[in-house]
């Protein structure tokens, strides 16, 4: 079932960012945790925020998939070694940035890329800085890590932004959505061996706006984890 979300009003009307606490786990629970979850960006250009419906979590330094794979610590990587709940953002192909947020205990670099969301506040405001006009491009506002970026404004400034903090943030969603969480291969790391095929990609099964490749997948390998409810 698609949940219905209706669209905001641009006003976080929680504004209540999830404690450390819910971050100092491993990657893989806070991955399917932020499942149906609100991420909200506060900006000078205007509140805009998007349900969670697809997430990729990446396991520190035994995952060879990870920036810190094998432990390596570098000032890109640096971050991912401070105790999780903060935003790791990082720039792909030289032009998209990517929002992953940071995991575990202090020392230990687990994170999970955010991959979808569904827009919810401020969507004309994400619309222009997406460059989309007609209303069928609300389909592919947010459904990609760089398109999400570009669509909430979220930059290298934003390396490192406290996710506890009330700028940049992860909150309840206001109206809860129900499905099932699948689970299917990450994309885009075929380099990573054997460590391409876990099942460390989570997302709303049927949920339109997840990237496309989810919808492929799950016929031939996309599985449920659980049926939930998310909030």
């Known amino acids: ?3 219905r ?26 991955a399917q945790e932020l499942i149906g979850k609100e991420l909200v960006h506060c900006s000078s250009g205007g509140i805009t925020s998007g349900v969670i419906v697809e997430t990729e979590a990446y396991m ?11 432990g390596l610590r570098s000032k890109r990587t640096e971050i991912m070694y401070l ?14 940035n990517c929002m992953n947020v940071t995991a575990q205990k202090e020392g230990v670099p687990e994170c999970v890329l955010i991959r979808a969301l569904q827009p919810v506040r401020g969507m004309e405001i994400m ?18 890590p760089g398109k999400l970026c570009q669509a909430m404004e979220i ?7 406290d996710l506890c903090d009330k700028r940049l943030f992860v909150q309840e969603a206001e109206i809860p959505t129900a499905g099932e969480v699948g ?9 990573a061996g054997n460590a391409r095929d876990l099942e460390w990609r989570f997302y709303l ?4 706006f997840v990237t496309k490749a989810s919808f492929q997948s799950e016929g031939a390998r996309g599985r449920v984890t659980k049926s939930q409810k998310t909030r």
């Open 155 to 161: 930059g290298a400034d934003l390396y490192g932004a």
């Open 60 to 70: 520190g330094v035994t995952d060879p998939a990870s920036h810190a794979f094998g």
């Open 183 to 191: 689970a299917s291969r990450r994309l885009n790391i075929e380099y």
């Open 5 to 30: 979300i209706p669209p905001g009003n641009g006003v976080a009307a929680v504004c209540k960012p999830l404690p450390r606490e819910f971050y100092l786990r491993d990657a893989i629970q806070v």
């Open 205 to 208: 099964k049927g949920n339109p």
């Open 1 to 3: 079932m698609i949940p």
């Open 127 to 144: 619309q222009a800085r997406r460059g989309l006009k007609n209303p069928e491009s609300l389909m592919n506002l947010t459904n990609g």
């Open 83 to 96: 105790p999780g709940g903060r935003a790791y953002v990082y720039l792909i192909y030289g032009m998209y």
